[in-house]
Each structure stands twice: as C-alpha cells, then as structure tokens.
C-alpha cells in the first residue's frame, strides 16, 4: 500500500514565523502535491511538483513556497505565517502514467494565533 | 479533518438503506472522474474512478454513475453502514498543455448514517 505520511497532525505557531510542513511518500510517485481544506470550500491546491526540484504553482500559491530536493520528500513552508493560514494541509502523491488517482496524508492541522 | 463536515449539505440514511451522494461537475472536456472518502481525521480515501467513456462503474458495494449530458456524476452505497458516515468528495481530471493535469475537488457532502 501507498504510504504518504505527515511530519505532524497538529502544529501551532505564532504569527510571523516561518513554518516548514514535511511530506514523504513511499512509492517512488513523480507527482506531489500539497492542499489546504478549508470548511465549505473543499481541496484548494496550493503547490504541486511533477519532478524532483520543479514546481508548479497551484490556484492559491500567494502566501507560500515549496522544496523538493528528493523524489520522496516535498516541502511545504511558510515564509511568514499569518492568522488566515489556518487551516488543515493535506498532502498528496500520484505516479506517472495515466493513473490519477492521488494518494493522501493524514493532513496536519496548522493554527496561526 | 474534524470541521471538514461543517457547512456542507449532509445526507442522513438508517443503517442497511441505499445511499446516493450527487455531484455536479464544471468542464464537459473532463474525462476522468474520482470518488474519494474523508473520515474525521483522516485524508481523503480513493473509493472508485471512472472515465467519461463509461457511464457506469462497479465497486465493492458501491456504484459511479456518470452523466455527460447533465455534467453530473453520483455515487451509490448499497446497504449502507455505520462505517461510511464521512464527508465524500467527487473530483474532476483538468488537463494543462504541456501534459500535467490536476484534480479539482466538489466541496463535499456529508454521509451521517444512523443505526
């Protein structure tokens, strides 16, 4: 089975810091990606990478940045995180080919008091 | 997450009925389509895909039917457990030049089933 983990399921910071959210997956998958969910407003993708070291900008990438230095590992930081920043991250994994299914971590529930 | 399922539309079944949780998608060029489950705490599960080839798809207890004519998609949950209560997302394939793509998620509908 696909395993995509999360560095943490809850994190608190204050607002201003810098924020990095850690997801590795196990399955040698090109495809990475990360989201945010929000109540009511579903998946929004923020960042996704189809290689290692490329990335692409998704449909809400102000605010955020991305890393992925290893195939199995994709980053997601905050340069200075901010009140409207909380929320739940989700990351998530696909292989090549004609498969799209992707494959999600348990999300990390990110508070910025 | 925990508040995924607040301000969503939710579906209320007894245990053992059949469920039929509706969707309705945006780009008739969409020609993949995915179900995924989220129970509370958890990420999204996939529960079955289809292609805009098919119209119908089976599973294990659960059914995806598509309609390209009405952009509409729904999934059908025979015998429906306590198991299922959870916030269910369909998911449309948008496809860029330069050959990536990326999935657009629905907002969700909420399953609570009561025994």
């Known amino acids: 089975d696909v395993k995509v983990t999360q560095s943490s399921r809850y994190l608190v910071k204050r607002t201003g810091e810098k924020v990095f959210l850690e997801c590795v997956q196990d399955m040698d998958h090109e495809n990475m990606f990360w989201y945010r969910q929000d109540p009511g407003l579903g998946l929004r993708l923020i960042y996704f990478?189809?290689?290692?070291?490329?990335?692409e900008k998704g449909d809400i990438p102000e605010g955020y940045s991305v890393s992925r230095e290893k195939k199995e590992r994709f980053s997601l930081i905050l340069e200075s995180a901010s009140t409207n920043q909380t929320s739940m991250y989700l990351c998530a994994s696909r292989g090549a080919g004609t498969k799209y299914e992707q494959y999600f971590g348990p999300g990390t529930r990110l508070t910025v008091t | 997450g925990e508040s995924v399922g607040l301000h969503l539309p939710t579906l209320s079944v007894q245990e053992g009925d059949n469920s039929i949780i509706n969707c309705a998608y945006s780009?008739?060029?969409?020609?993949?389509f995915i179900w995924y489950k989220q129970e509370s705490g958890k990420g999204p599960q996939f529960i079955i895909d289809i292609r805009s080839n098919m119209d119908k798809r089976q599973g294990q207890r659960v059914t995806v039917l598509l309609n390209k004519t009405v952009k509409h998609l729904s999934l059908q949950i025979a015998a429906t457990q306590p198991g299922d209560s959870a916030v269910y997302f369909c998911a449309e394939i948008l496809r860029f030049s330069g050959g990536y793509n990326k999935l657009i998620f629905g907002a969700g509908t909420r399953l609570a089933v009561h025994p």
């Open positions: 780009n008739s060029a969409s020609d993949y």
């Open positions: 990478s189809y290689d290692v070291k490329m990335k």
